[in-house]
């Protein structure tokens, strides 16, 4: 049995090297066919009038083919100069000398910002050039093609389905390039639903603004609700609509404006209590020295448990009682002024959505974040670079297709 080896030095890849080299020999064994024996049989009026080759670069290396070109005269002597094309790939390649499968391969590398290896970079398109081919090949509108089927078949779903449609709502902002160097505000919208505990039926809305534009009636909240209203509202009057959010008064607005019910972010609720009330090592020096001591002495409990207590089981009478107990001890004298400031941000984040968090029947989720960054941050996240904003908007909805998610932008 021959001993399995890779020479990891030789940036050829053999035996894909060996299919395109075979490839390469036969298209030129049958040029050189037709041009000195069946030409002279089926069209003998045919005449060379130039001979040339064509670079074919494959993922199996370059490759040199040749292209003839004739003459052929009517009866009045008038002269006519053709290039005849024996197979459609030498067609393909007068056009463009990379190879369809280059081009593809170019082109996913690009919308999934993944790094070209070294011993490929010499066999696929510069990023100017590959600009010109996401045009030429229509890119932009294959993946809006695809996305509408997605959005169509997850429309159907949601009119067929009792399920609840929930919406997690935030804001980020983002830099783009266009004549220089722009600060975009973004406000997602993503909606889904849950079978199993499982997401399904995502349509990801995303509303942008730059920061220096102003805002009209085709970026404010009321252009938001209409939107969501078009895209999601059913005739099923058993759905119901459940805006998961981080407590920001743009979200509750939108949600009222809705009439959705409105639920805190359980990944806010749970960053808000660790921030605040955290002895870990990631906690700050305040506070574990402060909290190191400095417990519930009804409960006998850490004050970050008790209030985790107190909020996960809807318990707003618990929570009141843990609140006036951890002011009225006397090491709230002592507190520092970080320790104090985070603590009061946590009651404001807290009684600010007290709706939201203790009088819901909806169990407390951790998605909001979650879309954020898997919905579109990481889509366009790529060391030292910056896109234009069309760029983002493809690589985005790219991404998301492969996850059978549907993208808007507005």
């Not at 190879?99 to 010499?122: G, R």
């Not at 996305?147 to 779903?157: C, D, F, G, R």
């Amino acid at each position: 049995m021959e001993k399995l080896d890779v020479d990891i030095f030789n940036d050829i890849l053999d035996t894909t090297n060996k299919l395109y080299a075979n490839k390469a020999k036969e298209l030129n064994d049958i040029e050189e066919y037709f041009r000195n024996t069946l030409r002279k049989t089926i069209h003998p009026n045919w005449k060379i009038f130039r001979r040339e080759t064509r670079k074919w670069i494959t993922l199996g290396g370059i490759f040199l083919l040749n292209i003839t070109m004739y003459e052929t005269k009517d009866d009045e002597g008038r002269i006519t100069r053709f290039t005849y094309y024996h197979d459609e790939k030498l067609k393909q390649i007068c056009n463009c000398k990379y190879d369809t499968d280059n081009l593809k391969l170019a082109v996913k590398f690009y919308l999934e910002n993944s790094k070209i290896p070294s011993n490929l970079k010499q066999l696929l398109p510069s990023k100017q050039l590959l600009n010109y081919y996401l045009d030429k090949l229509k890119i932009k509108e294959k993946l809006v093609d695809k996305n509408e089927q997605i959005l169509a078949k997850i429309k159907s779903n949601l009119v067929n389905d009792n399920q609840k449609i929930y919406l997690e709502m935030d804001d980020f902002y983002i830099f783009h390039k266009s004549t220089k160097v722009k600060k975009m505000r973004v406000r997602e919208v993503i909606a889904h639903t849950l079978k199993n505990n499982k997401l399904s039926n995502v349509i990801n809305m995303f509303f942008t603004k730059n920061l220096n534009d102003p805002t009209t009636k085709n970026n404010d909240l009321e252009f938001i609700k209409n939107t969501i209203n078009k895209e999601l509202i059913t005739n099923n009057d058993e759905q119901k609509l459940i805006v998961n959010g981080d407590g920001a008064r743009w979200i509750k607005k939108l949600a009222n404006k809705l009439n959705a019910t409105y639920s805190l972010d359980r990944f806010h609720i749970q960053k808000v209590l660790n921030d605040t009330f955290g002895t870990s090592k990631f906690a700050s020096k305040e506070n574990r020295i402060y909290y190191k001591t400095y417990i519930n002495k009804t409960l006998n409990k850490p004050w970050k448990n008790v209030f985790d207590e107190a909020i996960f089981t809807k318990n707003k009478d618990l929570f009141h009682q843990l609140w006036y107990e951890f002011w009225s001890d006397p090491n709230a004298l002592k507190m520092p002024i970080g320790v104090y400031e985070r603590a009061r941000n946590f009651c404001n984040l807290i009684l600010n959505n007290a709706n939201a968090v203790f009088d819901n029947n909806e169990k407390l989720k951790s998605y909001t974040e979650h879309f954020v960054y898997n919905s579109f941050k990481k889509h366009i996240k790529k060391d030292q670079s910056l896109f234009c904003f069309e760029h983002m908007k493809m690589k985005v909805i790219y991404k998301n297709i492969i996850k059978n998610q549907a993208t808007l932008f507005y």
